[in-house]
């Protein structure tokens, strides 16, 4: 997969990208990150890529031509298409199947974007899928572009080694869209806290059915709403 991030902060990115899974994909050669500034693409003297909102408030606007053109360029530079997609609260939320259909894409061009908002006609022109993280404003769509990227590339075939396998994480199909279970590790009394008993005995059904029992009661207990949902329990 090809992943292209528009941004007008790309030095948020090299840190996220540059550690752990995300680094490893990359090397692995199963994705490929490029970031590209929005501001090498104005055609402003000054190098301005926002202006005042027509009708007056408050901020600035990202203006058309910029990210038009720095979308134009970087299509350009693959024969792949991509699918577009905004970073913006306003957007659909989030969630574990969006991920895994962007997965499936072969190619991902992400639009991070700043200021009050981004002129709607460029919006229109390019019809990207508008996605949010979540119910909460941040300062920019950076953080959600990683939180995104994060998500969808954990689950390309062959990025995960067998011990981290993505098919029984909260949320997935496979786990009836409730959380997880909890885990412990050694030792096994940490500052007199015991792990539970039926994990230490080797009852392998008994451990499966406690762990199911352990995710319902917190799903049940933090997020009712996924029960009701699914139905499915
Ligand atoms: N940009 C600012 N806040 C955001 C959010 N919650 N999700 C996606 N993009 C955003």
Request: hydrophobic share 35%.
């Amino acid at each position: 997969m090809r992943i292209d991030v528009l941004t007008l902060f790309a030095e948020m990115f090299p840190g996220v990208l540059g550690s752990s899974i995300l680094k490893r994909a990359e090397e692995m050669g199963q994705v490929r990150y490029q970031l590209t500034d929005i501001r090498r693409y104005t055609t402003n003297k000054h190098g301005k890529v926002d202006d005042r909102p027509f009708g007056g408030g408050p901020g600035m606007v990202m203006a058309c031509q910029p990210l038009w053109d720095a979308v134009a360029a970087v299509e350009k530079q693959d024969k792949t298409p991509a699918h577009r997609v905004l970073m913006t609260p306003t957007g659909a939320p989030l969630t574990q199947p969006t991920c895994e259909r962007l997965a499936e894409c072969e190619r991902l061009l992400i639009i991070a974007g700043r200021y009050e908002g981004i002129d709607q006609r460029v919006i229109d022109r390019l019809d990207p899928e508008p996605i949010s993280i979540g119910d909460y404003v941040l300062s920019g769509g950076e953080l959600p572009a990683m939180v995104l990227i994060d998500a969808v590339v954990r689950l390309i075939p062959g990025v995960l080694g067998h011990d981290e396998s993505a098919h029984r994480d909260s949320f997935s199909a496979g786990a009836d869209r409730i959380f997880d279970h909890p885990h412990y590790t050694r030792p096994r009394v940490w500052e007199g806290l015991e792990v539970p008993d039926v994990l230490m005995s080797g009852d392998h059904t008994a451990i499966e059915q406690w762990r199911k029992q352990q995710a319902e009661q917190a799903t049940r207990r933090r997020r009712p709403d996924l029960l009701n949902e699914s139905d499915s329990v």
